[in-house]
Structure formats: C-alpha cells, structure tokens
C-alpha cells in the first residue's frame, strides 16, 4: 500500500475525509477507489458511495477477499445510515467471518456492530443484546468501544433502565473523547441530551407535569396502577391489540375520582357526534370486557351519568406531545433521512400505512421529502427539548 493510500486511509480514521480525497480523488485504482466511496459517505453523499464502494469490490476481485469483504462491510453501514433497513444480512455475517479469518479483527467486529445497530433500530432488543453480549469493547480501538457503549445505552433506554443507560453514555464519552473524532462526540452529545430531556407527561387528578427517564423508571417500578399510553399498557396487562379498551381505560383514568358521562366517553373513544342506542349499546359491551380484564387490577362502577373507575389514585402516563403519527416522528426526530420502507420495517407497519402518515405530517409542513421515487426519504429536525424515547421500537410494544 503506496504512502497516499495509507495517508487518506488515516484521515478517514480521523474523520477528515475531505483530507482523503485531496489525495486520491483522482485515481481509479482499487484502494483509492474504496477510501473515495467511504469519503464520499462520510460527506453524506450517500448514492456516490454506494457506487464507488461497488467499483471497488469488484476491482479488487477474488483474489482479494478481504479487500472485497471491507467493501459490503462499507457499503452495509452506507445502507444504515442511509436508513435502508431492509437489506439481508447474510453477506455482513459472511464479510465478518472472512475478516476474521484473514486477522482483520477491528472490521469484523465493526460488521458485527453494523447488524446489531440495525437490529436495535427495528426494535430487535433481544437479539441485538444476544449479538452484543459476544463482543468485548476493551480489546477494540477507541471509536469501536464508543459505538459499543452507545448501543448499549440504545438498548437501556428502549427497556427504560435510565442509570444504565447514563453510565454507558459516560463511557461512550470518554472513547469517543479518547477517539478524536469530532462527529462521534456529537453523536454521543446529542444521546446524553436526548436522556436529559423530559419523556412522558404524568397525568393525576386531571393535572399534569413532565418526567424525566429516570422518573418513568421509577414510576413503573412502583406499585402505582399506571395507565401507560406510550405503550398503551396498564400494569403489566398489554392493551395494544385492544385500542377501544385502552382508550376507554384512559379516559376513565384521567377522569378520576370523578365519572365520565356515557355521551362523553361515546364521543372521544368511537369518534361520534351523535351517540344513538347502539353506540350506547356496544358501551356497555366493550365496559364489561374491560371490567374484566382489570379485575385483578382495578374496578369499574356504573354511576346516574356514566362510569367511574375504581382505584387508588391511578395515574396516566403519555407522550410528551400527542400526535396521531407519534411513532413515525419518534423516528424521524434522530436527524437522519429515512425511506418509508425503513421505517414500516421498525414500526412492524404495511408501507402504504406509513406512506399515509407522512403525507399527512408534510402537508402540515412536519415532514420533508428529498428525492423522488425509490430514493425518497424523509427527514424533520429533532423536537427541541423533548425526548422520544418511550416511542422508539422497544419489548413492550406489543
């Protein structure tokens, strides 16, 4: 390997990439070739890389395999960044096994981390902390145990362990300090503000006030019956699948010590402005279904005007803002541009469902577009001062 090969490959390490291209953005060699597609995405420049990172896999040829292996381990995380999630990851696995076995263990532990991070974003916390939990972060260069610790705090904060994810987050900061690569500190920055910023309104006695990560930790640990709109969960009884029953649990929660007139919880819960009897009817069902499901967690009374629910001060945990589209925006708010495909895949959602959400979201001008067709994505700025983390792909969504 020639002294400018090797002088742009550590300016990519460094994070410069426009010093790597100042010295082979003129040569169409192999080497050159892939240093160009890596320094290209590094721009964000994401389709140019794709392209050179494929000349160059194909320049090194079969005689080269771990050449070639670095090229799909380059272009796979081109794919993540660029959030197309829904690539196989078959040939990462086999490009990590062939490092391996040339002795590049710094990469092969890099494609690792690469289908962990995609597992993490679709919300595959189990088998992302499996996949982790093989992988030992001293033995790895400093900008390795930065994204090590920073999955792991990704991975606390979706199963809302708060303090682990703060200690992995110190952690993260001291190897991306160690790391000297200015973006990396921002990313571990932008994590620890995420953290730091309220993540869910507490609703009790028809008042309200934000909680911190730490303080909805705590809140769900206790043994307060709370009505989890974030995950629509109340205690440990998963209401999902069942939206009219949660609504009608919500509704009686927030209403609490008082009743809810019958019109009132007709009107919000089935979205009708003129309740007749079998709107009145099919209350008094969908009533006695959650009267049951809630026996051994609380009681529901019928009064002269509606229904109360019978509890010790239950509280309702919700999101920070309410929004109909909340978990496409949960999504959308790590700055990164998504395709609507990727994020049907992290929301376990039909694309044609999504596609719906955010043509609604841009025609209220919360949502952009760049690109047309298949290379569409869509991108808005983070939400200023409000976390989204309880919306996040995570083990209690179901």
């Given at each position: 390997m020639d002294s400018l090969i090797t002088a742009a490959a550590a300016a990519l390490a460094a994070g410069d990439p426009l010093g790597a291209l100042n010295r082979v953005a003129l040569r169409d060699d192999p080497p050159a070739l892939a240093l160009r597609g890596i320094a290209m995405a590094q721009l964000g420049d994401f389709p140019r890389s794709r392209t050179l990172l494929r000349r160059a896999a194909r320049a090194f040829g079969a005689h080269e395999p771990a050449e070639r292996a670095r090229c799909r381990v380059a272009e796979a995380e081109v794919a993540l960044a660029s959030r197309?999630?829904?690539?196989?990851?078959?040939?990462?696995?086999r490009a990590a096994q062939e490092l391996l076995a040339h002795g590049d263990a710094g990469n092969a532990a890099h494609a690792r981390y690469l289908l962990i991070r995609r597992a993490l974003l679709i919300g595959q916390l189990d088998e992302a902390s499996e996949l982790l939990a093989e992988l030992e972060p001293g033995s790895l260069p400093a900008p390795l145990r930065a994204v090590h610790w920073l999955i792991v705090s990704g991975i606390a904060v979706r199963r809302l362990h708060a303090g682990e994810a703060r200690s992995a987050l110190h952690r993260a900061s001291e190897a991306a300090g160690a790391a000297g690569i200015p973006a990396l500190r921002a990313e571990v920055e932008q994590a620890t503000r995420i953290l730091d910023?309220?993540?869910?309104?507490?609703?009790?006695?028809?008042?309200e006030h934000l909680l911190s990560l730490d303080e909805v930790e705590n809140l769900l640990g206790s043994a307060a019956l709370v009505v989890d709109a974030c995950r629509n969960r109340i205690g440990s009884l998963a209401l999902?699948?069942?939206?009219?029953?949660?609504?009608?649990?919500?509704?009686?929660?927030?209403?609490?010590?008082?009743?809810?007139?019958?019109?009132?919880?007709?009107g919000r819960v089935f979205r009708t402005r003129h309740p007749?009897?079998?709107?009145?009817?099919?209350?008094?069902?969908?009533?006695?279904?959650?009267?049951?499901?809630?026996?051994?967690?609380?009681?529901?009374?019928?009064?002269?005007r509606g229904y109360l629910l019978v509890a010790s001060n239950p509280l309702v945990l919700a999101p920070p803002r309410e929004d109909a589209n909340a978990e496409v925006l949960a999504l959308l708010s790590d700055g990164?541009?998504?395709?609507s495909s990727a994020l049907a895949l992290a929301l376990?959602?039909?694309?044609r469902s999504v596609q719906r959400a955010l043509e609604a979201l841009a025609s209220a001008g919360r949502v952009q577009a760049l690109g047309?067709?298949?290379?569409?994505?869509?991108?808005?700025?983070?939400?200023?001062?409000?976390?989204t983390t309880l919306l996040l792909p995570g083990p209690f969504g179901a």
């Amino acid at each position: 390997m020639d002294s400018l090969i090797t002088a742009a490959a550590a300016a990519l390490a460094a994070g410069d990439p426009l010093g790597a291209l100042n010295r082979v953005a003129l040569r169409d060699d192999p080497p050159a070739l892939a240093l160009r597609g890596i320094a290209m995405a590094q721009l964000g420049d994401f389709p140019r890389s794709r392209t050179l990172l494929r000349r160059a896999a194909r320049a090194f040829g079969a005689h080269e395999p771990a050449e070639r292996a670095r090229c799909r381990v380059a272009e796979a995380e081109v794919a993540l960044a660029s959030r197309e999630l829904n690539w196989p990851t078959e040939p990462l696995q086999r490009a990590a096994q062939e490092l391996l076995a040339h002795g590049d263990a710094g990469n092969a532990a890099h494609a690792r981390y690469l289908l962990i991070r995609r597992a993490l974003l679709i919300g595959q916390l189990d088998e992302a902390s499996e996949l982790l939990a093989e992988l030992e972060p001293g033995s790895l260069p400093a900008p390795l145990r930065a994204v090590h610790w920073l999955i792991v705090s990704g991975i606390a904060v979706r199963r809302l362990h708060a303090g682990e994810a703060r200690s992995a987050l110190h952690r993260a900061s001291e190897a991306a300090g160690a790391a000297g690569i200015p973006a990396l500190r921002a990313e571990v920055e932008q994590a620890t503000r995420i953290l730091d910023a309220p993540a869910a309104r507490l609703i009790s006695r028809q008042t309200e006030h934000l909680l911190s990560l730490d303080e909805v930790e705590n809140l769900l640990g206790s043994a307060a019956l709370v009505v989890d709109a974030c995950r629509n969960r109340i205690g440990s009884l998963a209401l999902a699948s069942r939206p009219v029953l949660f609504a009608l649990a919500r509704e009686l929660a927030e209403a609490w010590p008082a009743d809810v007139a019958r019109n009132e919880l007709i009107g919000r819960v089935f979205r009708t402005r003129h309740p007749d009897e079998t709107h009145r009817a099919r209350l008094r069902v969908e009533i006695g279904r959650l009267r049951r499901l809630l026996q051994p967690l609380a009681g529901i009374e019928s009064t002269p005007r509606g229904y109360l629910l019978v509890a010790s001060n239950p509280l309702v945990l919700a999101p920070p803002r309410e929004d109909a589209n909340a978990e496409v925006l949960a999504l959308l708010s790590d700055g990164q541009a998504w395709s609507s495909s990727a994020l049907a895949l992290a929301l376990d959602s039909s694309q044609r469902s999504v596609q719906r959400a955010l043509e609604a979201l841009a025609s209220a001008g919360r949502v952009q577009a760049l690109g047309q067709g298949r290379a569409r994505r869509w991108v808005l700025p983070p939400a200023p001062g409000f976390a989204t983390t309880l919306l996040l792909p995570g083990p209690f969504g179901a």
